[in-house]
Each structure stands twice: as C-alpha cells, then as structure tokens.
C-alpha cells in the first residue's frame, strides 16, 4: 500500500483539550469523560508530518462540493438502497451487512461474515456504488473494509499500525463513514492497553483517512488526559464537509459518570463542542439532513443495551430547536436514523418490548410510520440510506 501515513506514533499530552476518554472493548457496556473540550490547532495535531496535506487534492477535472452547491443538489438525488445490519444467529454473535430496496423489497445479504464475527456499521459512498464497514471477531480488532454495491471487490482497508508500534497494541480501527466527496473516510481509532476488571482500552478518538487507508490524520485528542474514560465513535460528516458530529460515551469513571452525549469538529480539527445535553443520553451515529440544517440521532436509557425508552430527535447543527420525532415516554426500542438523500424521508431502527427490531421509514416529520423489513427471527437496524447509482 502506498502513500503517507500520518499515525501518532506516541499519544500527546494536549493540556488545552481537558477531556479525557477511553474505550471499551467490542461487547463491553462503555461510557466516557465529561470535561468541557477545547479548540486544538490543526498544527498541533499534523505536528509529526508538517506537510502532510489533510484532504487529497481533487483528481484532475473534478472538485470539491461548496456547501451552497450541496444544498441545491439534494432536491435532485434520487434515494437508493438502505443498508443495515442484521444478526444471522439467536445469541447475535454473527452479523451482516445486508441491503433492501425502501418499498421492502429485493432484501439481500451482501457480506459473507465468518462464523462469530460481526459486520457492522455500514456507511455509503456518495455515489452509492460503495459500502465502508468495520468486521469484528472474537479473536482480533475490528477493522475497517469496503465492499461494492453488488457485493463484489471486499476488501480490508489497513490496518493502519505497522506491527510492534508502541501504540499499535490491541488497536481497533471502526464506525467508518464517506466524506460527502468520497476522498475521505472518517473513523473511530482505539489503542492502548487495557484495563483488565473493566475490559477498557486506554484510548479512542476520530480520525480520518484516504479510501485507501493512506494520509491517516487524527482529528480529536478527548482521550489524552484521561485514559480509560469513555469511547469516542461514529463520526458522521455535514453535506459541506466542513464539520463531522460524533458520539462520546462516558464510562463510570468519567465526567459525568455513564453519560452520552454528540460532539462536533470541524474537519480541520478545530472548533470542538459539545452538541447535545448530557441528560438527553444522545448516542451512536448521528446523520445530518441532506440540506445541512438539521442533525438526526437516537436517545438511549441507561441500562442494558437496547433498553427500551428511547427516542428519535433533531437538532440544528448550532445546538438549538431539539425536538422529537418520535412519541414519548415509551417502551419501544429506537435504533439508529438515517436521512434520505433528498431529505424527504428518515429509515431508522424499531422494536417492540420484548420483540425484534426491524427497519421502518417515515417522513421527515416523524408522520407516515411504515414497516421496510419484516424478519421476526432476525435482528435488523443500523440503516443507512444511500444515493441511487447513476445509470
């Protein structure tokens, strides 16, 4: 593999950024720091490779969308396949990628998982012809892979450490997501060693990469201070692809104890902030609206995972007007929501107390509740809405 690698070799300590975090282990119940996030100079992160460059120059003839001109597209795209994850077994130690059309139709498994490895959240390329994912297993760290439309070309992208890296160890690379021009993937990175009675990771945070697994640049430093306190996950890009929102759990030792709650950056680094109320429990992916003015995310009850009670909500990306899509209080499970590239529609995630999720849509509203899959066996969610590929 060729091009330039840009991996902390060492964690820095970055005093200007005073939140800490740390990750869980795959299957470990997880939640992270609390304190307040500073600004950090892209100088500061890129400081092991000045000139290194963090967003690959547009190939000859193309160039990068203005925010303007990503605003005006979204009327225009017409909606693809929803991908989603699905368990292939009872005691959910296998699972999926699978694609369905948005009517319920032409279901269709599109990874070949081992047996007990997890395929798991899939993201689209902006051109719909491309699926990125993170594999897990019970033996090795999760890592990112992509794999075509049709289920052709998978491949491993990575891993990005070179073997014996003094912060290569136990290093875990997932929740991969398309930059709205397809030369980036944004992803959560983990490393350090582990806290053996609370099966934590010492650190975790965002960075992002060429689709190729080259010119990796680090974005946040949450977790330098404060090892072992929380995971920082599922970065999610705005149309413009100037600021990414992200998920940042607390574990019993962070600040607040056992909270969630959405972060923003801007793709640059700079401009960290914390999004939503840490009482809300905002967590996993996040998904802006194709017309950038609104921030789609899931809340989640502390307890168990899938704990009933939650809801979905909207947010404008300065933090103001949130608002539930959903009806509450409830003792329904709500997973994961995704936009429709033309904005009209939301696929997101539902189950039932004691029942199994399956996939629904609705309008961008919250009105119009309509089932997409029906597998009573299997448990569906996770969907991401892709763009139709252009004929």
């Given at each position: ?61 193309l160039s990068a969308p203005t925010a303007g001109a990503v605003v005006a597209a979204a009327s225009t795209r017409h909606n693809g ?84 890296a003094p912060d290569c160890t136990n290093e875990q690379e997932i929740t991969p997501a398309f930059s709205p021009d397809g030369r ?13 009675t609370a099966g934590q990771i010492q650190y975790s945070d965002v960075y992002v990469m060429s689709p190729d697994g080259t010119n ?176």
């Open positions: 593999m060729t091009g330039t690698r840009q991996l902390p070799i060492t964690p820095k300590t970055r005093t200007r950024a005073r939140a800490g975090a740390g990750l869980l282990l795959a299957g470990a119940m997880l939640t992270g720091c609390g304190a307040e996030p500073g600004e950090i100079p892209l100088s500061e992160i890129r400081a092991e490779t000045p000139s290194a460059t963090p967003t690959p120059e547009p190939a000859a003839g396949q929803i991908a989603g994850r699905v368990f292939l077994d009872a005691t959910r130690t296998t699972s999926a990628v699978f694609t369905v059309a948005p009517d319920g139709t032409g279901e269709h498994q599109l990874t070949q998982p081992p047996a007990r490895t997890r395929d798991d959240h899939p993201d689209w390329s902006p051109d719909g012809a491309t699926l990125a994912f993170d594999r897990t297993d019970d033996e090795s760290a999760g890592r990112i892979w992509t794999i075509g439309a049709d289920g052709a070309d998978a491949r491993q992208v990575g891993p990005l450490c070179e073997t014996g980036q993937i944004a992803f959560s990175r983990a490393w350090g060693a582990t806290d053996p990796v640049q680090r974005l946040t430093f949450l977790t330098n201070d404060k090892p072992y306190s929380g995971l920082v996950t599922n970065p999610s890009w705005s149309p413009d692809g100037k600021q990414l929102v992200f998920s940042y759990q607390t574990s019993a030792t962070g600040q607040p104890a056992n909270g969630r709650a959405l972060y923003l950056v801007n793709a640059d680094g700079t401009g960290l902030r914390r999004l939503t109320p840490w009482e809300l429990r905002a967590g996993d992916r996040a998904n802006w609206s194709p017309d950038g003015s609104q921030i789609i995310f899931t809340t989640y009850p502390a307890g168990p995972e899938n704990t009933p009670g939650g809801g979905i909500y909207t947010v404008h990306p300065d933090g103001t007007a949130i608002g539930a899509l959903t009806p509450g209080p409830s003792d329904v499970f709500y997973g994961v929501a995704s936009y429709s590239p033309d904005g009209a529609s939301i696929a997101y995630a539902q189950a039932p107390l004691n029942g199994t999720a399956e996939l629904y849509t609705m309008k961008n509203d919250g009105s119009n509740a309509t089932p997409v899959t029906s597998t009573p066996d299997r448990w569906e969610t996770r969907p991401a809405w892709g763009t139709a590929v252009a004929p």
